[in-house]
């Protein structure tokens, strides 16, 4: 009726965008939506007008917060799956260097921008996903409601200011100074002390080579910034400056503490991959403090989510909302709601078989609880609609069992089960770049390098003589003690006493505790 009486009129229904059984979730999620159709809905014409005009014909996708991609005009019926969309492609890229790299499966991603600290998990080989994602802060901001990947963030970045409260105490974050005017040592008038500030004090920074030498840094700037919180502090200015790494660092160390162990993962035996641009800077302090030993670091780690982009696939998932438990299982009723999403999933299939994709992955779950229970656990139970494939309702029982007890650390064997919605994802898998790895040197050691020297400042030791070594300089193989500086034209890799830095085949810098 809509469509006949205001013809052209965005609207939503909540049915559609959500159909699970939560009304204030059903509600925020058609009502983001809704707000969002004006906008985006003529932004993401504009962007495929703009593709064509340019004389690319090929199929538009944009970034979901699944960390997949979406056809275009799938996009401009439903824009929320586009809020949240860039840090949703940081975990895709860490899942795909850490499988390159080593093979982990439980990997932590974490994304260091000028704003924001961004840690996502990998869990299993498997990405984590979350119906609790805010659009601004938790529970005073906007809940999606949708299923989208656990990115979780903090206010902690390069452009992260530190200021001393009234107590005395010192804080980073979560105010930024922005790219405009942006740290004090960008010399577009900021004045206030950040992160990257801090950076610059500790000879971390090449003024003359930040973000490839395109943008001069003035060290000057950045000292007369932390002066002052240097006098609060009742310390010198590098002291001061270091003050603000650690700090940072903690606040990132926390988020990472509340993603892994908070969810029953021990961040000690993860792998972490790292990127952003102000990633290198501060990691291997951070993963000190969790307790891990080791850090991957890609040469595109200044660009983490955007190279996630070019490992996504086509995803979706479709809901059916249906009320059983393990007291009075209605396996009619289930049987019936996975037939309709094999049907949607069958559909979906077909356009996207029309697009050329031959590949899929199907993975299906179901929302379950125990009774008078809040908070859900999604349970994947297979890759086909079947419930004799999962084990039957004592299976899923089985199973809720386990994964309740893994991330709580306690389960409730004789409690009944509540199952509330059934779930299909359908991955249509895209063709990909290729990892592949560099020509060795014939000296893999790098001993025969030049780099240019430097003074730094660490922790416990002080102002050091430390090389600095042109990213590209370093061969596949090399292994070198720090302390050491690797600057690429997007980051800057600090590599502190006590670590090692090892060049992988692919080119990318494994920073290990301990070592050579």
Not at 19 to 45: G, V
Not at 111 to 118: P, V
Not at 383 to 409: I, K, N, Q, T, Y
Request: hydrophobic share 40%; charged share 20%; with cysteine.
């Amino acid at each position: 009726m809509i469509g006949e009486v205001l013809p052209g009129l965005p609207f939503t229904l909540s049915h559609q965008i959500n159909p699970i059984i939560r009304e204030y979730r059903r509600a925020s999620s058609a009502a983001i939506d809704a707000s969002l159709k004006p906008l985006m809905q003529q932004h993401l014409r504009d962007v495929e007008a703009w593709l064509r005009g340019c004389g690319y014909h090929g199929p538009v996708v944009a970034a979901t917060s699944s960390g997949g991609v979406k056809f275009i005009a799938d996009l401009i019926a439903q824009p929320i799956h586009s809020a949240r969309s860039g840090p949703s492609l940081a975990p895709v890229a860490g899942q795909a260097y850490a499988a390159a790299e080593t093979g982990a499966e439980d990997v932590i991603v974490c994304d260091t921008g000028g704003t924001s600290f961004d840690v996502s998990l990998i869990r299993a080989g498997r990405p984590v996903f979350t119906r609790e994602t805010w659009l601004g802060e938790p529970y005073t901001g906007h809940l999606t409601g949708l299923a989208s990947r656990d990115v979780r963030s903090v206010g902690a970045g390069g452009g992260s200011i530190a200021f001393v409260d009234d107590g005395g105490l010192l804080h980073v974050g979560p105010a930024s100074a922005g790219s405009e005017p942006g740290p004090a040592c960008y010399g577009r008038g900021g004045t206030e002390p950040t992160v990257t500030d801090a950076a610059v004090v500790l000879g971390y920074l090449d003024p003359d080579a930040f973000l490839g030498g395109r943008i001069k840094l003035d060290p000057a700037a950045a000292a007369a910034a932390l002066d002052a919180l240097a006098g609060r502090l009742g310390m010198s200015v590098p002291d001061a400056a270091q003050a603000v790494i650690v700090v940072a660092g903690e606040h990132m160390a926390d988020a990472i503490r509340e993603i892994t162990i908070n969810e029953g993962v021990d961040p000690r035996d993860g792998l972490v991959v790292a990127g952003g641009g102000a990633a290198g800077l501060i990691i291997a302090p951070i993963v000190e403090s969790i307790g891990s030993r080791q850090v991957l670091l890609p040469r595109t780690a200044g660009a983490l989510s955007a190279a996630g982009g070019q490992w996504s696939d086509v995803l979706a998932e479709f809901t059916v909302s249906q009320f059983t438990d393990t007291e009075a299982f209605n396996a009619e009723a289930v049987q019936a709601a996975l037939g309709v999403l094999a049907r949607r999933a069958d559909e979906f299939t077909s356009v996207l078989r029309a697009q050329g994709i031959k590949r899929f992955e199907l993975d299906h779950l179901v929302e379950s609880r125990y009774r008078q229970q809040v908070w859900d656990i999604e349970i994947p139970f297979g890759s086909r609609p079947d419930l004799e494939e999962a084990g039957g309702p004592e299976g899923l029982r089985a199973r809720f069992h386990a994964e309740h007890r893994r991330v709580f650390a306690v389960d409730d064997p004789a409690g009944h089960v509540e199952f509330l919605a059934w779930k299909v994802r359908v991955r249509g898998v895209l063709d990909k770049p290729a990892l592949t790895a560099r020509e060795p040197a014939d000296d893999p050691a790098g001993a025969q390098l030049s780099p240019a020297v430097c003074d730094a400042c660490f922790p416990a030791a002080g102002a050091v003589r430390t090389p600095a070594y042109r990213g590209g300089d370093l061969p596949p193989g090399a292994s070198l003690p720090g302390p050491l500086l690797v600057r690429e034209p997007t980051t800057t890799v600090v590599v502190p006493p006590g670590w090692t830095l090892d060049v992988t085949e692919l080119g990318n810098y494994l920073l290990r505790r301990g070592g050579s």
